[in-house]
């Protein structure tokens, strides 16, 4: 008897000290057996087990990836996990885990590059999404004439957040596969939208709005079905297409505005000619309209408004040169001032030399300035510096309307010879009067 007893104390004295630095029976970490191995044995057996492991991602019955945990970044070490575990157990009760009906188990996770797995699943679902179909948000359409809620479409395109999760979530559970039906991408939008009925209701009621804008003597109704073109709904926000509303004020602005425009005139001895376009002319300012439409369609009201316009000549009796303007006949050498349709003021004048000629178009005075001096090249390399009393410059390259006491004579052929450098020599007691009788903004008609 007391031999037997020896035996045995030998014997659990030898498992004992076999249990020193080795893991007890039933011992798992993650679901891989690691009993009887030392820390070090068992850390390199997990590594090949989670970087060998292979993952499925399955759709229903259907497997559609496989990749290893190598491949999905999983970059295991669980040497300093199995020393915490191997610290709490005591090799001198392996009887306990011998004949106990239990297992001991660790809840360590494996390391996974989170980079690394994103980057996978990324590239893998923007191959698996090529042929799929995409979610849609439930939207607000335009259909025949109404607003109406367009239903949201669940399709089955695969979500890389989702997906990227799931995975995650498998690989800490030493799971094998992955649900895909679990990261379809879902709309985030729904029809059920309680917001839904009143954007309709003011969709409704913003494109049904009597909207004018007043140019110069015409009134323009905006027609309502291009107003429902220009409203988008976006990210459950009422939104307006800048670009488009700028392009039909563009063409309001070709048809309407003046600017860069040649005119058909009346003059005063050449009879009807055609005058180019030069400094004078308006044209609408696309952006300040662009902005004030947006801010009267906002507002949802009825509205009339005057357009915005930039330049000079915008007359609101819808005319071309407005109730005042100067008239210059290089031909003649004569020059005329017209208000109301009559004859204010008339003299000679002497235009531009040959050569130095002064440029055709329609002009306006755009400053006027008294005592100034006139600069600029005789032609010859030399410079000039001419003081003028009166200075109306009519275009941006110095040429204007100015007294010229210099000048012992006007009209007939004189500007041949003496002619100017391109401006409008006018008498000096004629000037003195035609500067306090034109402000600035005059068109100055020179053919």
């Known amino acids: 008897m007391g031999a037997a007893v020896l035996a045995l104390a ?23 057996n690691i009993a009887g191995k030392s820390p070090e044995q068992a850390n390199k057996d ?27 970044g999983i970059t295991p070490n669980f040497q300093k996990a199995l020393t915490a575990l191997k610290a709490k157990q005591n090799p001198w009760r392996w009887t306990e ?63 890389a ?58 009134v323009i109704t905006i027609p309502t079905s291009l107003i429902q073109t220009w409203v988008n709904y976006q990210n459950n926000q009422i939104v307006w297409n800048k670009a488009a509303i700028s392009t039909y004020v563009q063409k309001l602005s070709k ?17 009807k000619v055609t005058v180019p376009a030069g400094t004078y002319g308006w044209s609408i300012d696309t952006n300040a309209e662009v902005a004030q439409l947006i801010k009267d369609l ?32 290089k031909k003649n050498q004569h020059e005329w001032v017209y208000k109301d349709g009559k004859l ?17 178009g329609l002009f306006y005075v755009w400053d006027k300035q008294r005592n100034a001096v006139l600069r600029g090249d005789n032609g010859d390399g030399t410079k000039y510096a001419s003081p003028v009393s009166y200075w109306m410059p009519i275009d941006y390259t110095g040429v204007g309307l100015h007294d010229s006491p210099w000048q012992p004579k006007y009209g007939g052929d004189w500007y041949q010879g003496h002619g100017s450098h391109g ?25």
């Open 10 to 32: 030998g014997i659990y004295s030898a498992v004992s000290w076999h249990y020193q630095d080795r893991f007890l029976p039933h011992t798992e970490m993650l679901g891989v």
């Open 46 to 72: 997990l590594i090949a087990h989670f970087q060998n492991q292979q993952v499925k991602f399955v759709e229903g019955k259907q497997t559609l990836l496989t990749a290893s945990g190598k491949e999905l």
């Open 97 to 159: 885990s011998v004949f106990a009906d239990t297992t001991a188990k660790t809840d360590s996770t494996p390391i996974v590059n989170q980079n690394q797995l994103a980057a996978y699943v990324k590239t893998a679902t923007t191959r698996l999404n090529q042929n799929r179909q995409a979610s849609k948000n439930a939207q607000i359409v335009l259909s025949d004439g109404a607003y109406t809620v367009q239903k949201e479409v669940n399709g089955n395109q695969f979500d």
């Open 161 to 218: 957040t989702k997906l990227t999760k799931a995975t995650l979530t498998a690989l800490n559970s030493a799971a094998t596969s992955v649900d895909l039906q679990t990261t379809y991408q879902r709309p985030t939008v729904k029809s059920t939208n309680a917001a839904f009925k009143d954007q309709i209701q003011t969709l409704n009621a913003l494109t049904s709005i009597k909207a004018r804008i007043e140019i110069t003597d015409s």
């Open 255 to 271: 048809t309407y505005g003046t600017y860069g425009k040649s005119l058909k005139f009346q003059s005063t001895k050449q009879g």
């Open 298 to 329: 906002s507002a949802g009201k009825n509205f009339s408004h005057e357009v915005a316009y930039q330049g000079s000549g915008y007359n609101k009796d819808g005319s071309v040169l407005g109730n005042l303007y100067i008239e210059v006949d």
């Open 344 to 360: 204010l003021m008339d003299t000679a004048v002497v235009t531009g030399k040959p050569g130095q000629d002064t440029p055709s």
């Open 423 to 447: 401006c409008v020599n006018t008498p000096p007691s004629y000037m003195a009067k035609l500067f306090e009788a034109i402000p600035t903004g005059t068109p100055v008609i020179v053919i």
